[in-house]
């Protein structure tokens, strides 16, 4: 026997907000999600299907509803978080170790200037700080300063093409994020090379991570070795194991 009440429960937290408030709360019965996502429930393996298009269903309702020109909240200096936690899904001991002197980004998809980048010539591009809060989703919270360029910036600089769905991420650890253009253009989407003006630290993401404030920590990827854009969706580590996709804070 399926428990429904629970099934119910799985599907309501998959609708987390915003989600929620656009479907309003009269919507979120099973049969109403059953109709939506096309789904039956017989079995074990047909509720993880319908929890899944429930969370992409989650995705293209978090698209829509968000605003490229709404800036999420910035702080002042004396609010940072000291020390700023470390997160990885492992040890702060396994934290990987990046070269400097031989450090390549690699560029690959839909973009025209494939050539690979060096430290010294990311760190030449225009330079722009934020502080803003991270949102992990194991429970806390925490107010960092990150420097860096603006990934619109760059991603013009190289000749992306952003009218693409998705720009993707490969990491120097077994991490791989991706995410949608939309918040790739967003005016606070940094490539940051540094944490509180000095260089990014290897636990926080040597040589370079992105930083969105409009989505949960989990979306940031720390150790950016490559950069891809395309229309195939690629997942991401956390997302791949049931997290919501376009994880939005
Ligand atoms: N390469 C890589 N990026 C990652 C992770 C990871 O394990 N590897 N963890 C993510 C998670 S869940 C969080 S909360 C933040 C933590 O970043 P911090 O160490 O700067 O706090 O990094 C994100 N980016
Ligand atoms: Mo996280």
């Not at 049969?31 to 789904?39: D, I, K, P, V, W």
């Not at 002197?101 to 980048?117: A, F, I």
């Not at 967003?186 to 940051?192: D, E, I, V």
Request: net charge neutral.
């Amino acid at each position: 026997m399926l428990d429904t009440a629970t099934i119910l429960a799985d599907a309501r937290r998959e609708l987390a907000l915003p989600a929620r408030r656009a479907f309003g709360k009269r919507m979120l019965t099973l049969g109403g999600l059953l109709m939506l996502t096309g789904c039956s429930l017989s079995d074990d393996k047909s509720v993880d299907t319908f929890l899944r298009s429930v969370s992409r269903m989650n995705d293209r309702v978090q698209a829509w509803l968000f605003d490229p020109h709404r800036l999420a909240p910035t702080y002042s200096e004396a609010e940072l978080t000291r020390p700023f936690p470390f997160n990885a899904y492992y040890g702060i001991e396994d934290v990987p170790e990046v070269d400097a002197s031989g450090y390549e980004l690699k560029l690959s998809g839909l973009v025209t200037g494939k050539r690979v980048w060096t430290l010294p010539e990311l760190y030449a591009l225009p330079h722009s700080e934020q502080i803003t809060r991270h949102i992990c989703v194991e429970g806390w919270s925490a107010i960092g300063r990150w420097g860096g360029t603006p990934f619109a910036d760059f991603l013009h600089r190289i000749g992306a093409d952003t009218s693409a769905r998705y720009v993707g991420f490969k990491c120097a650890d077994d991490y791989y994020e991706s995410i949608d253009m939309p918040t790739a253009l967003h005016p606070q989407t940094l490539l940051a090379f540094q944490y509180d003006g000095k260089t990014l630290p290897p636990k926080y993401g040597f040589p370079m991570k992105l930083r969105m404030p409009t989505k949960l920590g989990y979306k940031n990827p720390k150790h950016i070795m490559e950069i891809f854009v395309t229309n195939t969706y690629p997942g991401g580590y956390w997302s791949d194991q049931g997290y919501n996709w376009f994880g939005g804070s």
